[in-house]
């Protein structure tokens, strides 16, 4: 079941990893996090959630519709994603970095997600706990009026929109795949979440990459399709 990741990939591919316990990042080789999976005694929980393997095309997509060639940036690569969760691996509560609009397909397993829309009350209320000392104490779920749960089985997809806060709970052992992209359909909630993510003094390691260049890009793209309607519509007076 690995095969397709260790023939993309390579078992020597240094991969990111969370402690679950410690909800801290660390390293590993692709080949001992399978051995690790594969073993049913394992002494700690360990998630994957960030093992992008590899381009995509998508429609919606920013970065495949916007990004230049020829551009001094590197580009973002954070369309397709591979996570591989053990029994209760847990993600706790967060916006998609940017305000991305993220899809996941379970391969096989299961995964539970709390979903909270991102109302201003919601938004304003995400910003103070995120920020607050005692953030790990308390489960965010409990400090808004409505938190959705919902069941991802094997075989399912799941999308959720820009700026919507969630959680995620491996609650079988579970491969997915998921992927993140920036578009056209709510640039002013993709704007306010990267705002909001200045101001939490959020790590580079965890932003969009090259988020403000994607806008430039995006913007004189905007600039000239504008330009040549005007000078289309100038020409046919």
């Not at 029994?87 to 709390?114: A, M, N, P, Q, R």
């Amino acid at each position: 079941m690995f095969c397709v990741l260790y023939e993309g990939i390579g078992g020597e591919k240094i991969i990111d990893v969370i402690d679950v316990a410690r909800q801290a990042d660390s390293k590993i080789r692709l080949k001992n996090f399978v051995k690790y999976f594969m073993n049913p005694d394992r002494p700690k929980v360990l998630n994957v959630i960030s093992l992008e393997f590899s381009d995509t095309n998508k429609k919606l997509s920013w970065v495949e519709n916007y990004w230049p060639d020829d551009s001094v940036f590197t580009k973002p690569f954070v369309q397709k994603y591979c996570l591989m969760g053990v029994e209760d691996s847990y993600t706790d509560f967060h916006i998609d970095f940017g305000g991305t609009s993220v899809w996941y397909h379970v391969l096989w397993g299961e995964k539970i997600f709390y979903l909270i829309k991102p109302t201003d009350e919601n938004l304003a209320t995400y910003e103070a706990w995120s920020s607050s000392v005692t953030q790990s104490e308390e489960f965010f779920g409990d400090k808004v009026d409505k938190c959705y749960k919902c069941v991802v089985k094997q075989g399912h997809t799941l999308f959720v929109p820009t700026g919507w806060i969630h959680a995620v709970l491996t609650s079988q052992d579970c491969m997915a795949f998921g992927g993140n992209f920036l578009h056209n359909l709510n640039i002013g909630m993709q704007l306010r979440c990267y705002e909001m993510e200045k101001r939490l003094k959020t790590p580079d390691l965890f932003k969009f990459p090259f988020f403000e260049a994607i806008c430039w890009f995006v913007a004189k793209n905007l600039l000239e399709t504008l330009k040549g309607k005007i000078s289309s519509n100038l020409k046919n007076r």
